[in-house]
């Protein structure tokens, strides 16, 4: 058995400890039993952003988005398509910054979209400006190395 990972549940925000090597055989919640990845990215917002980012060991990649704005729309496709291909390696969430505009502040963010990469709680890069598939997919995993 290789040493565990921490994941947060995208459903209930249980945090679950899953072997390494079973990572990629469709783990569960320990709480609420729902999937652990669902190929879609997590809604994130004021009130479980810090959990889910302080607590993943998986990098988190988050898009700093908002309903009014057009490149975030023109993106959005793209950014679920990159949560189905990229999952269990990295897990991908979303931020409204005009739900959640005390971490949008905390943050910094004065352009949106913005992604975000996020190790260990901490944020690594980000990135401003919208991204098609093939772009957006390159800009992660060159951020996972």
């Given at each position: 058995?290789?040493?565990?990972?921490h994941l947060v549940c995208p459903h209930c925000d249980a945090i679950?400890?899953?072997?390494?090597?079973?990572?990629?055989?469709?783990?569960?919640?320990?709480?609420?039993?729902?999937?652990?990845?669902?190929?879609?990215?997590?809604?994130?917002?004021?009130?479980?952003?810090?959990?889910?980012?302080?607590?993943?060991?998986?990098p988190v990649v988050v898009d700093f988005w908002a309903p009014w704005?057009?490149?975030?729309?023109?993106?959005?496709?793209?950014?679920?398509?990159?949560?189905?291909?990229?999952?269990?390696?990295?897990?991908?969430?979303?931020?409204?910054?005009?739900?959640?505009?005390?971490?949008?502040?905390?943050?910094?963010?004065r352009s949106i979209p913005t992604l975000a990469v996020f190790k260990?709680?901490?944020?690594?890069?980000?990135?401003?400006?919208?991204?098609?598939?093939?772009?957006?997919?390159?800009?992660?995993?060159?951020?996972?190395?």
């Amino acid at each position: 058995m290789t040493q565990p990972i921490h994941l947060v549940c995208p459903h209930c925000d249980a945090i679950n400890r899953i072997p390494a090597d079973r990572i990629d055989h469709k783990p569960t919640c320990g709480k609420c039993k729902k999937p652990l990845f669902t190929g879609h990215p997590v809604e994130l917002n004021d009130g479980n952003f810090a959990r889910h980012i302080s607590n993943n060991d998986l990098p988190v990649v988050v898009d700093f988005w908002a309903p009014w704005c057009g490149p975030c729309k023109m993106m959005a496709p793209h950014f679920e398509s990159a949560a189905r291909q990229l999952e269990p390696r990295v897990r991908l969430a979303k931020l409204n910054t005009e739900q959640a505009q005390g971490t949008a502040a905390k943050y910094g963010i004065r352009s949106i979209p913005t992604l975000a990469v996020f190790k260990n709680g901490r944020e690594v890069t980000r990135q401003a400006g919208a991204m098609d598939a093939r772009s957006l997919n390159q800009w992660i995993q060159s951020q996972l190395r």
